[in-house]
């Protein structure tokens, strides 16, 4: 039987910006027999390491210094492990898993704290998903208008306002552009979220140990899923035959970007630097593929 101290030492954090890819990838982890997958909502992310719905979690406590790396671990480990520290959810039950277990967390948030992350769970492997700003943040502006159990994305932003009744950044959003997601729309509002993601992936991927840092094309996981997870088996040193249930749920789903979203991003491409961050991701996803998909 394995023990958190083991799992926390043989993490998989998969991120990336949201609506890039990284639900489904980290539901295909879950399906092999030596991953498991800690969830506690339906998007896949545990709430220990992040809750969307109020903004808690390690991820949130690291991105406001509330906490160091060795705090985050122990956080990490009495969250997800120790029934009296869990409001909600169940905790990881130990019992049938074997001493080889992997333990795979998700959260898009992660994209924000990698390096103090990687202080926190030493050993970890960061599998990250690179998706350039337009497609995830069409995705956002679709999302926010259908879904309506729960305000997301610009339905969420719109009503988040300062005394003043002028719209407020979420965490994450750098400081220098607050005035450009101010005075923007719905649409600028989702690039500048998605560039966001972007910005803070290529300043934390360079302070990650490159043999334990997979950059995923999402282009490349639509066209070839088990190409991809094949690969992600020799970065994970996994029998890739263990994806094969996992591999036949990642069905291409590639929706057109609106004009609109593609000339909000070309209009605020130049004031966030997003052609420098994009490059560097692709650029790092290349060398990815190079290292493990051969």
Not at 4 to 14: F, G, K, Y
């Amino acid at each position: 039987m394995t023990t958190p101290d083991r799992l926390l030492a043989r993490v998989i954090l998969t991120t990336g910006p949201p609506r890039s890819g990284t639900t489904v990838t980290a539901r295909a982890l879950g399906w092999h027999p030596r991953v498991l997958l800690a969830a506690d909502d339906g998007v896949l992310e545990p709430h220990a390491l992040y809750d969307y719905r109020e903004r808690t979690g390690v991820v949130a406590d690291l991105r406001d210094s509330r906490i160091t790396p060795s705090g985050a671990r122990a956080a990490l480990r009495d969250r997800l492990f120790d029934a009296d520290h869990l409001a909600a959810a169940p905790p990881v039950a130990l019992d049938p898993l074997a001493d080889d277990t992997l333990l795979a967390l998700k959260s898009p948030e992660a994209s924000f704290v990698l390096p103090a992350l990687d202080a926190a769970l030493p050993g970890s492997r960061f599998v990250v998903i690179h998706r350039g700003a337009a497609a995830p943040a069409a995705s956002m502006l679709r999302m926010g208008a259908n879904v309506r159990r729960l305000k997301i994305f610009a339905e969420r932003w719109r009503s988040e306002l300062d005394g003043a009744g002028r719209a407020i950044a979420p965490p994450g959003v750098p400081g220098a552009w607050h005035v450009l997601w101010r005075d923007g729309g719905d649409a600028a509002r989702c690039v500048l979220s998605a560039a966001a993601y972007l910005a803070a992936l290529a300043d934390g991927i360079p302070r990650l140990p490159a043999e334990r840092t997979f950059v995923l094309d999402h282009r490349r996981l639509i066209a070839d899923p088990r190409g991809v997870f094949a690969a992600l088996a020799r970065f994970l040193g996994i029998d890739a035959a263990g994806f094969a249930r996992g591999v036949a749920g990642v069905a291409p789903r590639v929706e057109p970007v609106p004009e609109q979203v593609l000339a909000t991003r070309d209009e605020l491409a130049p004031l966030i630097g997003l052609a420098t961050a994009e490059g560097f991701l692709a650029a790092a996803a290349a060398r990815s593929w190079e290292a493990w998909g051969r």
